[in-house]
T-cell receptor, first 115, second 114 residues
């Protein structure tokens, strides 16, 4: 148990659906991240939030929309996804962003399948 | 740009045998290096990290890694593998760049056979 909880664990959706992924941490961390993990590819950083403000967006398509209402919660809203968006989506948190020596705590991920 | 290469996609070892997973990095300055492990259906867990000092670092679960600047490598080792070590292993480097926390390699999947 890392202290970072993601729901749902598995999600199957059609290309016209709208769904949301949820991440929650009660570690007192100020930074939260969304990563995408596809087969045979490195982990791709999607978004970084620091103190509830988005500080990095790595050229992610607009069909992915993050939301960070407070420092403990992070959402990823999904709409009109494509089959190639099927992947494991990992949430992570750390005490601060932009600081070396910060340990990342990962959730177990949401396995997303887009049909 | 910073990059991390894990040359082995999949490795199979016998239980009790020794293990070495390779990691090479491309980075101009002194890197900060990490190894993470991901068990099936789980997120990533930090095994160990190197920032400075002793080039041989000890981690959890009996793992160690050695930083070799001349070879730009940070290989992960374990003297005797247990069946529970079967997982995906990721090497990562801190790019010292803005708010990007880590750059990851593609991972090496470890299978353990009896």
């Amino acid at each position: 148990e890392t202290g970072v909880t993601q729901t749902p664990r598995h999600l199957v959706m059609g290309m016209t659906n709208k769904k949301s992924l949820k991440c929650e941490q009660h570690l007192g961390h100020n930074a939260m991240y969304w990563y995408k993990q596809s087969a045979k590819k490195p982990l791709e950083l999607m978004f970084v939030y620091s103190l509830e403000e988005r500080v990095e967006n790595n050229s992610v398509p607009s069909r992915f929309s993050p939301e960070c209402p407070n420092s403990s919660h992070l959402f990823l809203h999904l709409h009109t996804l494509q089959p190639e968006d099927s992947a494991l989506y990992l949430c992570a948190s750390s005490r601060y962003s932009g600081t070396v020596n910060e340990k990342l705590f990962f959730g177990s991920g949401t396995q997303l399948s887009v049909l | 740009a910073q990059s991390v290469t894990q040359p082995d996609i999949h490795i199979t070892v016998s239980e009790g045998a020794s293990l070495e997973l390779r990691c090479n990095y491309s980075y101009g300055a002194t890197p900060y290096l990490f190894w993470y492990v991901q068990s099936p259906g789980q997120g990533l867990q930090l095994l160990l990290k190197y920032f400075s000092g002793d080039t041989l670092v000890q981690g959890i679960k009996g793992f160690e890694a050695e930083f070799k600047r001349s070879q730009s490598s940070f290989n992960l080792r374990k003297p005797s593998v247990h069946w529970s070590d079967a997982a995906e292993y990721f090497c990562a480097v801190d790019p010292h760049s803005g708010n990007t926390p880590l750059v990851f390699g593609k991972g090496t999947r470890l299978s353990v056979i009896a």
